[in-house]
């Protein structure tokens, strides 16, 4: 099956530091692809590189078999890649509707007027926030978290970039939270999925990349990649991963 995405040889340098170290995996259409490892390892910043908040120094990044590196954010979501972010970012004067008509401007096939705002309102009701009148700013955390995913699913997008989405919640909105991931899935979409929830990871998705300081050092089911010596090292420390070697 032909790859929805595809990175290959990608890297990102700040300076003397290498975020994104010759970084290379691909997303077939309806996967769920993990990208995890330790903090600071290079997750964000490849999404952002995959969005168009960032270009890449080297590699490709291909997105239904066209290069996307280095477009502009609103070029490549037209294109069907939408995403959330690790620290939430939503128009906070605006209320929850129009938080998502602004969205719905930015997909493909845009939607104005009263088919935007019944479309918002589906969307709203999608994510849990149905008849939701409250001003962005106005919304807890987690309400936030949905509204931005809201916002993101305006795009109808074929590939969904979610960064630590499902972080923060307590048991009963995680699980709903991997129903409703799972169920994008299940509509079409693929998805990249940054989280740091292993129970999020063990059940939802289908292949794991692992990366830390940069580059990628393990990849496969999420079973065989967590019980990796290399990803435990990564994530406990090098005395860990050595322990997990003995002990298999």
């Given amino acids: 099956m032909t790859a929805i995405l595809a990175l290959d040889g990608v890297t990102r340098r700040f300076g003397g530091l290498v975020a994104v170290d010759a970084l290379s995996f691909s997303v077939a259409p309806g996967e769920i692809v993990g990208l995890i490892g330790p903090n ?25 078999g066209a290069p996307i590196a280095g477009l502009a954010p609103h070029r490549i979501a037209r294109r ?22 602004a969205g719905l401007a930015f997909r ?5 007027g009263a088919a935007a705002e019944r479309a918002a309102r589906e969307l709203l009701a999608r994510v849990g926030l149905a ?7 106005e919304l807890t955390y987690v309400d936030q ?11 109808a997008p074929k590939l969904l970039l979610l960064d630590e989405w499902l972080s923060g919640l307590n048991p009963t909105e995680l699980q709903q939270g991997i129903a409703l991931v799972r169920a994008l899935r299940d509509d079409g979409s693929a998805i990249v999925l940054v989280e740091h929830v292993m129970a ?4 939802l998705c289908d292949r794991c990349v692992v990366m830390s300081a940069g580059a990628k050092i393990a990849e496969g089911a999420p079973a065989a990649v967590l019980a990796d010596r290399a990803v435990i090292a990564a994530y406990l420390g090098e005395d860990a991963g050595a322990e997990a070697a003995a002990d298999a």
């Avoid at 493909?108 to 104005?112: I, K, Q």
């Avoid at 978290?145 to 795009?155: F, I």
């Avoid at 999020?200 to 059940?203: E, G, H, K, N, V």
Wanted: charged share 25%; aromatic share 4%.
């Fill in 108 to 112: 493909g096939d845009r939607l104005w």
């Fill in 40 to 64: 600071g390892s290079g997750k964000s910043t490849a999404l952002n590189l995959i969005s168009g908040a960032l270009a890449p120094d080297d590699g490709a990044i291909l997105f239904e």
């Fill in 145 to 155: 978290k949905r509204l931005e995913l809201a916002r993101a699913l305006a795009l």
């Fill in 200 to 203: 999020a990871i063990r059940s």
């Fill in 80 to 101: 069907g890649v939408a995403r959330t972010f690790q620290l939430v970012r939503v128009l906070p004067s605006l209320t929850c509707v129009e938080n998502v008509v």
């Fill in 131 to 137: 008849d939701e009148t409250r001003a962005a700013a």
